[in-house]
T-cell receptor, first 113, second 115 residues
């Protein structure tokens, strides 16, 4: 079956623009995670959904970051008024409720100029 | 902060076994050891996990010491395609309550497999 799909793979934004990053999890996976990965670093947790409920958003770096998963499937990470420090790879992962192995997408590389 | 310590880099000859160490001296009784790897320009890929017994699958073997304070990931016959950053992560497996448990990555070990 299909894995986790993210789009776009690459995004270039001018400072101050809003961006939206999409994640299609594995079908039937209840849990969905977003991570941010800076160059040369390991991924860092941003937020977590169980179905449509956002149960943990403790890793979101500022109120410019917003995530949603309205129907409990596809999720969107939105960044408003992008800044240069937002440049990173944004990774999405999903897992089945009763198992804790997280499966990752290939990520979206965001470059803010 | 990551609860694990790994060497920043290692080299391995193609066809040889690659042994990647990880220290997790503060691991709790309910925490598992997970290994993921990340090949350049891809997302992290699950390899294997274990609680206290040694584990083996089609990708690798995981050896956990009896006191559970350290572990070793073994790739029995490394190939050039195994060149990647390998992350050792400890995490409780919980399905109860709120968060299912995000993964806390450190910087991992960059494994270079050379011909």
């Amino acid at each position: 079956g299909a894995g986790v799909s993210q789009s776009p793979r690459y995004k270039v934004a001018k400072r101050g623009q809003d961006v939206a990053l999409r994640c299609d999890p594995i079908s039937g996976h209840v849990s969905l995670f977003w991570y941010q990965q800076a160059l040369g670093q390991g991924p860092e947790f941003l937020t977590y959904f169980q179905n449509e409920a956002q149960l943990d958003k403790s890793g979101l770096p500022s109120d410019r970051f917003f995530a949603e998963r309205p129907e409990g499937s596809v999720s969107t990470l939105k960044i408003q008024r992008t800044q240069q420090e937002d440049s990173a790879v944004y990774l999405c992962a999903s897992s089945a409720y009763t198992k804790n192995i997280q499966y990752f997408g290939a990520g979206t590389r965001l470059s803010v100029l | 902060d990551a609860k694990t310590t790994q060497p920043p880099s290692m080299d391995c000859a193609e066809g040889r076994a690659a042994n990647l160490p990880c220290n997790h001296s503060t691991i709790s009784g309910n925490e598992y050891v997970y290994w993921y790897r990340q090949i350049h320009s891809q997302g992290p890929q699950y390899i294997i996990h274990g609680l206290k017994n040694n584990e083996t699958n089609e990708m690798a073997s995981l050896i956990i010491t009896e006191d559970r304070k350290s572990s070793t990931l073994i790739l029995p016959h490394a190939t050039l395609r195994d060149t990647a950053v390998y992350y050792c992560i400890v995490r409780a497996n919980t399905n109860y309550g709120g968060s299912q448990g995000n993964l806390i990555f450190g910087k991992g070990t960059k494994l270079s497999v050379k011909p």
